[in-house]
């Protein structure tokens, strides 16, 4: 069975810090790129860290650059998100997503995505 879990989401105060955990099971992982995504109320599902195809350098939507952080480690096929300087724009449902090709010009839609995790919410108040 291919699993994704993610865990470490909770409530933080406005400039707080939090890491986020993709727990993998089931599939090579070190053959897939792991992307993050999160998902505000009434709002669509959007990428906020990626990793190109080409290259394997990390891509950061403009609205994390310089607070989040992606990082991995193969050896427990987990991958993790550090996120600083929490800002209240930050509450969401965050997910993450087993990606076979990598990025290309940006992060995918979430439509090109299959395997998704069930997500943590993280909420930042103020």
């Known amino acids: 069975e291919v699993q994704l879990v993610e865990s470490g989401g909770s409530l933080v105060q406005a400039g707080g810090s939090l890491t986020l955990s993709c727990a993998a099971s089931?599939?090579?992982?070190?053959?897939?790129?792991i992307d993050w995504f999160r998902q505000a109320p009434g709002k669509e599902r959007e990428g906020v860290v990626c990793?190109?195809?080409?290259?394997?350098?990390?891509y950061y939507a403009d609205s994390v650059k310089g607070r989040f952080t992606s990082s991995r480690n193969n050896a427990n096929n987990t991958a993790y998100l550090q996120m600083n300087n929490l800002k209240a724009e930050d509450t969401a449902v965050y997910y993450c997503?087993?990606?076979?090709?990598?990025?290309?010009?940006?992060?995918?839609?979430?439509?090109?995505?299959?395997?998704w995790g069930q997500g943590t919410p993280v909420t930042v108040s103020s």
């Open positions: 990793i190109s195809a080409s290259d394997g350098s990390t």
């Open positions: 997503a087993a990606d076979p090709l990598g990025a290309r010009d940006g992060c995918p839609h979430y439509r090109w995505l299959d395997i």
């Open positions: 089931g599939l090579p992982f070190d053959e897939y790129f």
